[in-house]
């Protein structure tokens, strides 16, 4: 691989924006190497091609100041190599200012080209004050994240002082002194300078149990309990200093000490990918111009702060030697495999059943087909094609509903992976845990075999005609299928992906709870799927009715169909999944994370108002009002421009007319600008199709209505396919602009004297 592409597959893919421009770099030698192979190819006396008159100017005017102000350069810090005069290339300085010097940083790099005499040197000086402006945004970068790591590291400090000391304070509450005794402390983790080391340590033999009157424990477990005490103000906020406060402000403090040090080891990772990247570009540099450039520069950058600072690699080794420590009882192999986890591998056995059970699909598919056309089943209007479209289809289709959207999500996953999205930070999926695609479409293509298997099974039954009935083990294969997915997905051993069925169970969870949990991505982003599966929902309230009040041995679902409750129950089984998303935008208005909730929250309820209006409007006895046809019309109308306007602006942040990509946005990910325009105008096709279930256009004298059904809301489940890449994508933008790469932990314990936390 050339390292361009190992370059870019090692970005944390949120700070791409900081590392070093390589692939800009390489662009602009490969300038000088196509004129100094036009300059071969002309005679001695051919005139030159003279460069644009704005361009070459400007070109002219830095190198003559650089030959004008050559002779000034020993009032820089530059350093003498030990070669000739002669031979001298470049000389590096670094530019200081005075606001610089006074926080005693040091300042930008200048690199000067010693050779801007010569024919063609423009190029050349174009590359080098590029490079000086990708290096000093490299060493600004990396500075700046180092200082907000020492803080950040002086802040557990501060924490691991407060959990110490409540350690003691539980365990051994009859201690009367103030002060904790060096056994049980020591030093949990010094992150300030070596010179101020000794003095710290001193600190911390004595530190003091005064520090648990100074804080405030945030332990409390967020339950809908809790978050209803906290809106009438009933909350305990007192300390108790019991276990169970111990043991979660221990899991929340090694949870925050996880995540720091991911955040070292990117920083670590950062400046080690750019210093190989300035060594790799600068040895082509010498390599195409047959200088030798690369020793003198790379000498600057090996002495910066980017190649001597030891920050990082003392706050890495301090952290795992505290983390150890405190939270892993000494087991350095426990604690360095918790910190580190491995990374995951791709197994080729997975790969193997994907394409075991695609094929078995097919032949299952070509087997009922086959089977159907032989047994003439769906050619004539007979009861048995009624029976079988109006029971056994519905059943069924369920699990193509399901199929359908996990092929969806893995082609998502797939796409999120080739172009760099960082979807397992955006959903928060343990490291090593989230599925790839591969593993998504095993899961969706074994289900798919199981399925294909029980409609064939049906389809091989035939009616008794001496007991008017079905054989019962058959017509119950769908509801033991459906029992089993259920089983599966709240199996609590370690089978079949435990770690994201338990991630998927507390997402729904917090979803059926709303708005009493505080609402993170992956919950409402769960709901807008259920948003997309309102028939998959009715389909599991045809199961209940049709299992537990009809008779499935007779395929019989007259009660469901004629009931009224089943039709009002319809309604609200369509309702729930916009009255969580309505009480989610509730939580996050109300929390002030989002001012734009409540709009969000408006939206929903619209769509709740249409879809109510919808659902009266189609039932049998009112399907020739006028009237009611007109208030479904509207409203309908209404909710969908307002749900196509939020989900190509707000949540895809597209149509920006004033954008580097006009009616976009200005970062990209997709190299093909027209898809986006094409997603835009499927989103909005899609909906209209969606909304034809509803409308009463769905009479078609060539397909059932179940059919026409199961059609419009497959398209519904693509539409939502597509709304989550670019959701994500945007999202995604949006940590990269803020180069956010770690999760936010909350801490255990907030200080309520900033005096005492300044100390």
Not at 71 to 82: A, F, I, M
Not at 679 to 706: C, G, S, Y
Request: glycine share 4%.
């Amino acid at each position: 691989m050339k390292f361009g592409k190992e370059f870019a597959s090692q970005m944390v893919p949120e700070w791409k924006e900081a590392y070093m421009n390589y692939n800009f770099l390489k662009l602009l030698i490969k300038d000088i190497v196509l004129f100094r192979q036009q300059q071969s190819r002309l005679p001695d006396n051919y005139p030159t091609a003279p460069l644009p008159p704005s361009k070459a100017a400007a070109l002219k005017r830095k190198g003559s100041l650089f030959r004008a102000f050559s002779g000034l350069t020993s009032r820089y810090n530059n350093r003498v190599t030990k070669k000739d005069k002669e031979d001298e290339v470049i000389l590096v300085s670094a530019m200081h200012t005075s606001d610089v010097e006074q926080r005693g940083e040091g300042g930008n790099y200048q690199t000067i080209f010693l050779r801007a005499s010569e024919e063609g040197a423009e190029y050349e000086l174009v590359f080098f004050r590029r490079l000086d402006d990708e290096f000093n945004k490299v060493l600004r970068f990396y500075r700046t994240k180092v200082e907000e790591a020492v803080k950040e590291a002086e802040e557990l400090n501060l924490q691991m002082d407060a959990l110490i000391a409540l350690r003691i304070k539980v365990t051994n509450p009859t201690v009367d002194s103030p002060f904790i005794n060096q056994r049980y402390t020591g030093y949990p983790m010094e992150v300030i300078h070596e010179e101020q080391q000794e003095k710290r340590v001193k600190e911390y033999q004595m530190a003091s149990l005064d520090v648990l009157n100074h804080i405030k424990i945030n332990t409390t477990a967020e339950t809908p309990l809790s978050a209803i005490k906290n809106v009438f103000g009933s909350s305990r906020s007192d300390p108790q200093f019991n276990k169970q406060e111990l043991k979660d402000a221990k899991e929340k403090l090694k949870q925050a000490f996880i995540e720091f040090h991911e955040k070292l080891r990117f920083l670590k990772n950062y400046a080690f990918l750019n210093q190989l990247a300035f060594s790799k570009i600068m040895k082509k540099y010498d390599k195409i111009t047959s200088r030798n450039a690369s020793d003198a520069y790379l000498q600057m950058v090996e002495e910066s702060y980017l190649g001597q600072s030891d920050e990082v690699a003392n706050l890495i080794e301090r952290v795992e030697s505290a983390f150890v420590k405190h939270f892993c009882n000494g087991n350095r192999h426990q604690g360095m495999s918790t910190l580190k986890p491995n990374t995951k591998k791709k197994r080729h056995l997975v790969t193997f059943f994907v394409g075991c059970f695609f094929g078995c699909s097919l032949a299952l598919v070509v087997a009922i087909i086959v089977n159907v056309h032989n047994r003439k089943i769906f050619s004539l209007k007979g009861t048995g094609r009624t029976q079988y479209m109006d029971t056994i289809f519905p059943l069924y289709t369920l699990f193509g509903f399901l199929v359908l959207h996990m092929v969806m999500y893995a082609a998502n996953v797939y796409y999120w992976t080739r172009y760099r999205v960082n979807y397992s930070f955006i959903f928060g999926f343990k490291p090593g845990t989230e599925l790839g695609y591969t593993e998504i479409l095993l899961l969706s293509s074994g289900l798919s075999v199981l399925t294909l298997s029980a409609v064939l099974s049906n389809l091989e039954m035939e009616l008794d005609k001496n007991t008017q009935s079905y054989s019962a083990l058959t017509e119950l294969l769908p509801l033991g299928l459906v029992i089993g997915v259920i089983l599966i997905s709240i199996c609590p051993f370690n089978i079949f992906y435990r770690a994201n069925r338990f991630f998927l169970l507390v997402c729904l969870w917090h979803c059926i709870c709303a708005p009493f949990y505080a609402i993170t991505l992956p919950d409402f982003f769960l709901a807008d799927q259920f948003t997309s599966q309102v028939q998959l929902l009715r389909n599991l309230q045809f199961y209940v009715c049709y299992y537990g009040w009809g008779d499935f041995k007779k395929r019989d679902a007259k009660k469901c169909n004629s009931s009224d409750v089943y039709d009002v129950i319809t309604i609200v089984i369509a309702v729930i999944p916009y009255w969580i998303r309505f009480l989610q935008c509730i939580r996050r208005w109300w929390g002030g994370h989002d001012s734009t909730q409540s709009l969000n929250a408006l939206k929903y309820f619209s769509t709740i108002i249409a879809l109510i209006a919808r659902s009266i409007q189609t039932q049998r006895r009112l399907k020739k009002e006028l009237s009611l046809k007109i208030i479904a019309a509207s409203t309908s109308g209404i909710a969908t421009i307002f749900n196509t306007y939020w989900d190509i602006v707000m949540d895809w942040g597209l149509l920006c007319k004033d954008s580097e990509n006009p009616w976009l946005r200005d970062k990209l990910i997709l190299p093909n600008r027209s898809l986006y325009f094409i997603a835009m105008a499927l989103n909005v096709i899609l909906r209209l199709a969606w909304m034809q279930t509803v409308l009463d256009f769905h009479e078609a004298p060539f397909l059932h209505k179940n059919v026409l059904i199961a059609i419009i809301a497959s398209l519904e489940i693509i539409r939502r396919g597509l709304w989550n890449f670019f959701r994500l994508e945007n999202e995604h933008l949006n940590n990269v602009g803020k180069f956010r790469a770690v999760k936010s932990v909350p801490l255990p314990f907030s200080y309520q004297h900033e005096d005492h936390k300044n100390q």
